[in-house]
């Protein structure tokens, strides 16, 4: 099969029944029976299945026009995926497959499509999706009846539902049993109630094993415990679609913007540049929690672990300024900025690795700022998955790692 000229390549579209050397027909029991006029090294070049079926050693039959014609039956549900796939083969690059994905269902649907036809870089791109975005109680299950099959390169995707180790749910519980037997002011009496609910779940038998069982230092620990009972900008820059560079930058910087501030003296004189970095990381965070902006696990974990202490120690000191109405600050603040941030915290941790979101959320636990941000959602989340981790995961046929 003579390969065209780049002119030729550039000139080719999905559809494009001029230029079109062979016909993808999708075809379903239902009946339903699509026809795609797509081009051989563009298949052939994104898939294998493709390019096993347009090889020499696999026979096609000849419709109109001379075309090969490739038959792929599928069911009726993956058949719009599969057009989405093919044509991706037309435009395959992060931002595509991310625009397509619109969402963890789709994602997983593309995902499927392409695992069957084999194309290494949308797998990957889903895979990264996938493994960055929350997702939905019913699309856990969903991901949990999808992946396990498709082998190692789909594992990442999986990593915040693996069974966390020994000392970490050690950990975990013996900072949440510190905080559920203190006396909080009136204003924390919800969380520790809540944290005593996950404490009782960890250790409740029913159908899963309890989390963990009472070894000589939970026992002291518990004995213990008793005795003492920039926004404008960054809204140009997501009209720009530079965003992600931005963030880039911003992350870089983030360790010596905190240590800045940090060191400022005095304290009144940094509060106006102290909000505006508040803004500023809030639209940052915002498009990492939301899967718009797809990043690795461990830069999403960096930046959680250092804005959280940022952001538990800023809000105390500007809730107080704006209290106080102290001369000479212009502090003017969204009141919805706190929430926004604590739900992009939340989402960002939930879908990190089961023992990162552990380290976080015992930190959190062990803090004095425990009321802000609010991780008792992340916290429920978490005690289930971990405590259910193993019968789940077992039940789908997934390794534990």
């Known amino acids: 099969m003579e390969s065209p000229d ?42 294998k299945y493709f390019s096993d079926r347009l090889s020499e050693n696999w026979p096609t039959c000849q ?28 435009d395959i690059n992060v931002c595509s497959v991310t625009d397509m994905c619109h969402g963890v269902r789709n994602a997983l649907g593309v995902l499927r499509v392409a695992n069957e036809l084999g194309c290494p870089q949308i797998i990957a791109s889903c895979v990264d999706y996938l493994e960055a975005v929350s997702w939905e ?4 299950e969903e991901i949990l009846r999808t992946i396990p099959g498709m082998g190692s390169q789909a594992e990442p ?18 900072a949440a049993i510190r905080f559920a037997t203190s006396s909080p002011c009136p204003s924390l009496t919800d969380l520790k109630t809540s ?5 009782e779940y960890m250790l409740t038998e029913d159908d899963d094993v309890p989390l963990l069982t009472a070894d000589d230092q939970i026992k002291s620990e518990l004995f213990q415990s008793y005795l003492t009972d920039l926004s404008w900008a960054c809204q140009i820059l997501v009209k720009l679609e530079i965003m992600r560079e931005f963030i880039m ?16 003296s005095p304290e009144a004189d940094i509060l106006e540049s102290r909000l505006k970095i508040v803004e500023i990381t809030a639209k940052i965070l915002e498009p990492m929690a939301y899967g718009t902006i797809i990043l690795p696990t461990a830069k999403r974990l960096k ?39 604590e739900s992009a915290f939340v989402s ?25 941000p609010d991780l008792t959602e992340a916290f429920e989340v978490w005690c289930y998955r971990s405590k259910v981790a193993k019968r789940r995961l077992a039940s789908f046929g997934v390794s534990i790692v």
């Open 6 to 47: 780049n002119k030729t390549r550039a000139l080719c579209r999905i559809g494009d029944r001029s230029t079109s050397d062979v016909v993808v027909r999708l075809r379903t029991q239902e009946g339903r029976d699509e026809w795609v006029y797509c081009h051989s090294y563009v298949l052939i070049s994104n898939s």
């Open 63 to 90: 419709i109109l026009d001379s075309r090969n014609c490739v038959e792929v039956y599928c069911q009726e549900c993956d058949l719009d995926y599969h057009i989405n796939v093919l044509r991706l083969f037309y």
């Open 137 to 140: 109680e019913t699309e856990e």
């Open 157 to 174: 995707i999986l990593a915040r539902l693996q069974p966390v180790n020994t000392t970490a749910i050690v950990r975990i519980f013996l």
């Open 195 to 199: 944290a005593q609910e996950q404490l």
């Open 249 to 264: 930058k911003w992350m870089e910087a983030s360790d010596n913007i905190v240590k800045a501030v940090d060191q400022a």
């Open 303 to 341: 930046m959680v672990k250092v804005w959280l202490p940022f952001m538990r120690i800023a809000k105390p000191l500007i809730d107080a300024a704006l209290a106080d109405g102290e001369e000479g600050l212009a502090l003017k603040m969204d009141g919805e900025l706190w929430q926004s941030l």
């Open 348 to 372: 960002i941790i939930l879908a990190l690795p089961s023992g990162d979101q552990a380290e976080i959320l015992t930190g959190w636990l062990q803090n004095e700022h425990i009321r802000y």
